[in-house]
Nanobody, 116 residues
Framework: VQLVESGGGLVQPGGSLRLSCAASGFTFSGAVMSWYRQAPEKEREFIATISSVDGSTYYVESVKGRFTISRDNAKNTVYLQMNSLKIADTAVYYC??????????WGQGTQVTVSS
């Protein structure tokens, strides 16, 4: 299983970015997909997840109403639309794939920097 994130970059506060995570080597439709982030000198934290069954989503409180997770099973890709970005959103963003048997895989991460 390989996960490749893209879409990170430098954006001003209040701006938007869309992250993508393309998966290969596994039946993507059967996997629960999630996004995490890790800021400098902080632990990796959960951001959002999307179900493999019904597409239901769940977000950490700090991004509710600003971030949207979605998936395109035909393209084996999960997305994270990030709006109204704040300086505090600066971090390396990672996607995670969880197989039904509990085995998980991580991408290499993509840097998001929010700065004026």
């Amino acid at each position: 299983v390989q996960l490749v994130e893209s879409g990170g970059g430098l954006v001003q506060p209040g701006g938007s970015l869309r992250l993508s995570c393309a998966a290969s080597g596994f039946t993507f439709s059967g996997a629960v997909m999630s996004w995490y982030r890790q800021a400098p000198e902080k632990e990796r934290e959960f951001i959002a997840t999307i179900s493999s069954v019904d597409g239901s989503t769940y977000y950490v409180e700090s991004v509710k109403g600003r971030f949207t997770i979605s998936r395109d099973n035909a393209k084996n890709t999960v997305y994270l639309q990030m709006n109204s970005l704040k300086i505090a959103d600066t971090a390396v963003y990672y996607c995670k794939l969880a197989r039904p048997n509990g085995v998980t895989y991580w991408g290499q991460g993509t840097q998001v920097t929010v700065s004026s």
